[in-house]
């Protein structure tokens, strides 16, 4: 629900994202009536005007709505707020841009410039927490999801998990099991799991050392449920077509 919500055009160039541009967007911000909303060009943007807004002590959501561009899950799920992002058809743009391209080719003397293509409409919306408000209850899971993103190589269980949201173990695993469908254990194991596959494919590191930079506390333990859970051995992991090719020299 936008009703009331004001929009206005930013009267300041910040391409660089210098600390003076996040400054003065900071300054712009505050100068907007609230309730407000910003939508960005593109995701990159949407990170700058949520730190500018943290800077000036601006609540995201209730204060300031935020909408980035091209659903980049790198900036849009590592900001705290996450952002929502608009989806374009890339692979229609894509199409359509073919199609001209093809015809300034076809008959370059009848070239305009510049040409426009018109964007399709059916984008999508992947609404995040920069423009809905949360629960508390769903504030606890984003919390323990984040701190189980941050630390889930360093050896933590899920009592440290239960311990930075301040709640009890049981209950931080009962609220996480139902939000997620999992534990916060298995959680951690999949963050840990996915860290040892990237470098079993990316790396030459041995296998004991990336066993050890993952937060398991055995080699032989860790190696099984691997290998339960995959199929295979870590080695074999790396050895299969998982891994890509090496680069000719």
Same mark, same amino acid.
């Given at each position: 629900?936008?009703?009331?919500?004001?929009?206005?055009? #930013?009267?300041?160039?910040?391409?660089?994202?210098?600390?003076?541009?996040?400054?003065?967007?900071?300054?712009?911000?505050?100068? #907007?009536?609230?309730?407000?909303?910003?939508? $960005?060009?593109?995701?990159?943007?949407?990170?700058?005007?949520?730190?500018? $807004?943290?800077?000036?002590?601006?609540?995201?959501?209730?204060? #300031? $709505? *935020?909408?980035?561009?091209?659903?980049?899950? *790198?900036?849009?799920?590592?900001?705290?707020?996450?952002?929502?992002?608009?989806?374009?058809?890339?692979?229609?743009?894509?199409?359509?841009?073919?199609?001209?391209?093809?015809?300034? +080719?076809? /008959?370059? /003397?009848?070239?305009?410039?510049? *040409?426009?293509? +018109?964007?399709?409409?059916?984008?999508?919306?992947?609404?995040?927490?920069?423009?809905?408000?949360?629960?508390?209850?769903?504030?606890?899971?984003?919390?323990?999801?984040?701190?189980?993103?941050?630390?889930?190589?360093?050896?933590?269980?899920?009592?440290?998990?239960?311990?930075?949201?301040? *709640? !009890?173990?049981?209950?931080?695993?009962?609220?996480?099991?139902?939000?997620?469908?999992?534990?916060? #254990?298995?959680?951690?194991?999949?963050?840990?799991?996915?860290? +040892?596959?990237?470098?079993?494919?990316?790396?030459?590191?041995?296998?004991?050392?990336?066993?050890?930079?993952?937060?398991?506390?055995?080699?032989?333990? /860790?190696?099984?449920?691997?290998?339960?859970?995959?199929? +295979?051995?870590? !080695?074999?992991?790396?050895?299969?077509?998982?891994?890509?090719?090496?680069?000719?020299?």
């Amino acid at each position: 629900d936008v009703t009331g919500v004001q929009t206005c055009a #930013l009267p300041i160039c910040i391409e660089r994202g210098s600390l003076e541009d996040i400054v003065a967007l900071a300054e712009w911000l505050k100068s #907007l009536p609230k309730p407000a909303a910003v939508m $960005a060009p593109h995701d990159i943007w949407a990170t700058r005007i949520v730190e500018a $807004a943290e800077m000036s002590s601006i609540n995201i959501p209730d204060s #300031l $709505a *935020v909408i980035g561009v091209d659903n980049d899950r *790198v900036y849009c799920e590592t900001s705290r707020p996450m952002i929502t992002s608009i989806t374009p058809n890339h692979a229609r743009i894509g199409e359509l841009a073919a199609k001209e391209l093809k015809k300034l +080719m076809q /008959a370059p /003397a009848k070239a305009k410039s510049p *040409v426009q293509i +018109m964007s399709p409409s059916n984008h999508k919306i992947i609404e995040r927490q920069s423009t809905k408000p949360i629960s508390p209850i769903a504030q606890i899971i984003n919390r323990a999801e984040s701190f189980i993103r941050e630390n889930a190589t360093n050896g933590i269980s899920a009592a440290d998990v239960a311990a930075d949201l301040g *709640v !009890s173990r049981r209950l931080a695993d009962l609220r996480y099991r139902q939000a997620i469908g999992k534990s916060i #254990l298995e959680a951690i194991l999949d963050c840990r799991f996915d860290e +040892m596959k990237r470098l079993l494919q990316f790396t030459d590191i041995p296998v004991g050392k990336i066993i050890a930079s993952c937060g398991f506390n055995t080699v032989s333990n /860790a190696k099984s449920l691997f290998k339960k859970r995959y199929g +295979m051995s870590m !080695s074999e992991y790396r050895l299969s077509d998982h891994r890509p090719p090496a680069r000719p020299r």
